[in-house]
């Protein structure tokens, strides 16, 4: 069965049209890569396969199902934004914690203990998430994706604004999950992103302008194809 | 976990923050006495005009007072985007109206249980002989203002003129409650009976009702995208 | 190089004439109205002929409930399918029902300063006539301020519901804070003393014909400029998309 399945997907924004007809399918395991430059759609994208928005036309379903039929389905979605989705006034671990549990975790505090180590977090897990360092809300925010252990991963530029630390935190949990979960993820970074995943589109202007599914290591190659959907002179 | 397991541990985050910081409490408090203030010196009511003024002020009072703790609420979700990662759990939006319509009842509630005797003592006027009607016109009218500023302070968060925007939207429609409450208190203030007060405290009950509904339905509008 | 030009024309008509031909018979059914209204109709007894405001205030008014209840149902319409015209409908009937309002009040208000010697007396119908031009004003705020166009849509509409459900409670809550210091009987804006004369009535009624049409007629233009602007930013994207891929392949 496949993860995802989107077809013809549009958004209009009043009278701007942010997706035109998108249409693609990922499989259960695969990481896809979501390339394009600002304003092509990729958030919008994102964000509508999440069901934060509803889309003006065309479908999504995740794992055979319209997720937006039922509010219990977003359980299997997990999502890591350019926002920190934290409060600054709990601790880290209450911030775990209130979304393991409002994600009906059983045994949500092991299952927090065990992030919270596997992000390097365990020491400053009970200080208040406003003394932390960006990277460590970073990192805290990549712990709270997959607190409920989603079968599906959507990130949004996760890497702009990381230190390296968190960078290697992340890289190293996508390429730990690669094969269990199914991972989406926009960049802007084509080296990263053709790291991580197995297959690649490109939105420009709302619309898929190219995609691919393998033979996607030559970097110079890939480079090529993007400016030329892009419109940039190589 | 269940719709009330839920909402309590929505209302138990806001609270949490809301006790380490204490800044939503702390400004309504403030700035409630400060207003009530600045009325005294305007009016200067002597003890027979003061059960005539004291309604007014109060009501005028709680409204600003409101508008501070239902701004700060939103913006608590607004700033780190938690309000999206609100939106990708497994439950029902209007569950969120439902947390933080009580917790920002709650911070009403308190702020009124302090202002009300303050000023009562400031103006010289009795209470205690009216405060069961005087209670319950309180709270009820409390949930009326709630119920709507929630549902407004989440829609003027968005907005590039937020502040301005939730009073501006909250006092034509709440008006039903600051009338009706302002109206039954005086009745009550002058020595009438519940049932000289009835159709005001009925007033207040429907507008509680239609717009608990309202604004429990019509939640998901405002978040969604 | 493609140009605007090239793709068929937008129909900038505005539709058929049905509005334009609406503003005509409304426009000449007011013109009967006001010479009902000020030869017909008789004079009142106590208000004399102040009391002839009356036939432009009452239809004002009821123009501005009237429209306001169309943007309650145009605002529930618009969220529950999501459909564009049912937002521009809704903004189309807040903007003409903003100016009927703005002259109920205006009308109401000269009433009172000629008949009674005050320009306002808080008489309940009059209160909430001018509450719901609160709400209206908020509304027009809201669709400006609110934020991207598919947002202040939907937040306007929120605010059509919410404000619509709550006129029936501020009349209420008015009439009741009313009661408290009751208006002298003579003062009151209903029932001047006996009911309605019958030729009254029917200037009254006219009245009313005319402006709802021209209610009808305006909203009904005021939209069509509401999709027209829609379509040519529509076709502006359009264009700056195609450019945008006509380039790209210039590069290629």
């Given amino acids: 069965m496949r993860a995802i399945e989107v077809e013809g997907l549009t958004k209009a924004f009043g009278p701007i049209h942010a997706l035109r007809g998108v249409t693609l399918a990922v499989d259960a395991g695969d990481a896809l890569v979501i390339f394009g430059p600002n304003g092509a759609g990729k958030t919008t994208l994102l964000k509508t396969i999440a069901t934060l928005i509803r889309p003006t036309g065309g479908s999504v379903r995740l794992f055979g199902i319209d997720p937006r039929a039922d509010v219990r389905l977003r359980a299997q979605i997990g999502v890591v934004s350019h926002q920190s989705y934290l409060y600054p006034g709990l601790t880290g671990a209450e911030n775990l914690l209130f979304a393991a549990r409002l994600y009906g975790v059983s045994r949500p505090a092991e299952r927090v203990a065990r992030l919270l180590e596997t992000v390097g977090l365990t020491a400053r897990a009970p200080d208040l998430v406003r003394t932390y360092s960006r990277g460590m809300a970073q990192r805290l925010s990549i712990a709270r994706s997959l607190v409920h252990d989603p079968p599906l991963l959507l990130l949004d530029e996760p890497y702009t604004g990381l230190d390296r630390q968190a960078a290697g935190v992340l890289t190293g949990l996508l390429t730990a999950m690669r094969g269990t979960r199914t991972i989406v993820l926009t960049t802007h970074s084509i080296e990263q992103g053709l790291a991580l995943c197995d297959r690649m589109a490109i939105l420009v202007d709302g619309l898929i302008a190219y995609e691919a599914e393998d033979g996607l290591r030559d970097l110079h190659a890939v480079e090529r194809i993007y400016a030329e959907c892009v419109g940039v002179p190589a | ?225 | 190089m493609a140009t605007l030009a090239d793709s068929e024309p937008l129909d900038a008509s505005g539709g058929s004439d049905w509005r334009a031909g609406g503003i005509w018979v409304g426009g000449l059914l007011a013109v009967l109205g006001m010479y009902m209204a000020t030869l017909y109709a008789p004079t009142e007894r106590t208000m004399s002929h102040a009391q002839r405001i009356f036939y432009v205030h009452v239809p004002a008014a009821w123009a501005g409930f009237l429209a306001f209840g169309v943007v309650f149902v145009c605002s529930i319409g618009f969220l529950w399918t999501r459909r564009r015209s049912y937002d521009l409908a809704a903004q189309a009937s807040t903007e003409v029902g903003v100016v009927f309002t703005t002259l109920a009040i205006i009308s109401g208000a000269v009433w009172g300063r000629a008949a009674w010697g005050t320009w306002w007396t808080w008489d309940p119908r009059l209160t909430t006539t001018f509450m719901l031009w609160f709400i209206y004003a908020v509304s027009l705020m809201v669709r400006a301020y609110g934020g991207p166009g598919s947002q202040s849509g939907r937040f306007a509409a929120v605010l059509g519901i919410v404000g619509f459900l709550d006129i029936p409670l501020i009349h209420l809550s008015v009439v009741w804070w009313r009661s408290m210091h009751p208006l002298p009987v003579v003062v009151r804006s209903e029932g001047f003393g006996s009911g309605l004369h019958p030729a009254m009535l029917q200037a009254l009624l006219v009245n009313v014909a005319a402006f709802t049409l021209l209610y009808i007629a305006l909203s009904g233009i005021r939209r069509a400029q509401l999709v027209a602007a829609d379509a040519v930013a529509a076709r502006r994207e359009e264009q700056r998309i195609r450019e945008g891929t006509l380039a790209r392949e210039g590069t290629r």
């Fill in chain 2, 1 to 225: 976990m269940s719709a009330v397991g839920t909402v309590g541990q929505l209302l138990w985050k806001d609270l949490v923050v809301e006790w380490r910081g204490r800044e939503i409490l702390t400004a309504m408090l403030v700035f409630s006495m400060l207003v009530a203030v600045v009325f005294n010196f305007a009016f200067s009511p002597s003890p027979a005009d003061a059960p005539r003024l004291l309604p007014g002020m109060l009501w005028v009072t709680l409204a600003f007072a409101s508008t501070l703790g239902l701004s700060r609420s939103f913006v608590l979700e607004h700033d780190h985007g938690a309000i999206e990662a609100l939106r990708l759990f497994p439950f029902d939006p209007s569950l969120i109206y439902a947390g933080k319509l009580l917790a920002n009842l709650l911070y009403l509630l308190a702020v009124e249980i302090l202002l009300l005797p303050a000023l009562a003592a400031i103006a010289g006027v009795p209470l205690l002989a009216s405060a069961g009607p005087l209670a319950v016109i309180l709270v009820l009218g409390s949930i009326g203002l709630v119920a709507v500023g929630t549902i407004f302070s989440a829609m003027s968060v968005n907005t590039r003129i937020r502040e301005v925007l939730l009073p501006v939207l909250l006092f034509p429609l709440a008006a039903p409650v600051l009338i009706s409450g302002v109206r039954a208190m005086l009745s009550v203030l002058a020595g009438a009976s519940w049932g000289a007060i009835l159709p005001g405290l009925r007033i207040l009950i429907a507008f509680d009702v239609v717009f608990l509904v309202v604004g429990y339905v019509i939640f998901e509008f405002v978040l969604e995208e």
